[in-house]
């Protein structure tokens, strides 16, 4: 991802920065998502597996990226921990 577009990108609901996840995070969220168990924060079923995505730290909330594009719907992102 463009480190420009990343310097202004935002988690929509707590206004914090985020950054790009590490292969811990993605490692997490897809172990969730295998699982068979995970949800997004909307109630969702999360069946793909992920390959790049952003995240917000101190609320541990992951948002993908599909096709280059930031999912930045807050309904859409998935708790960690």
Request: with cysteine; charged share 25%.
């Amino acid at each position: 991802m463009d480190q420009d577009l990343l310097n202004i990108l935002v988690c929509p609901k707590t206004k914090k920065k985020l950054i790009m996840a590490g292969s811990e995070i993605l490692e997490s969220v897809n172990k969730k998502v295998q699982s068979g168990k995970c949800t997004d924060i909307g109630g969702d079923p999360v069946s793909n597996t992920v390959s790049e995505g952003l995240y917000q730290p101190d609320d541990k909330i992951f948002y993908m990226i599909r096709d280059g594009i930031p999912l930045l719907i807050y309904e859409n992102g998935i708790k960690i921990g």
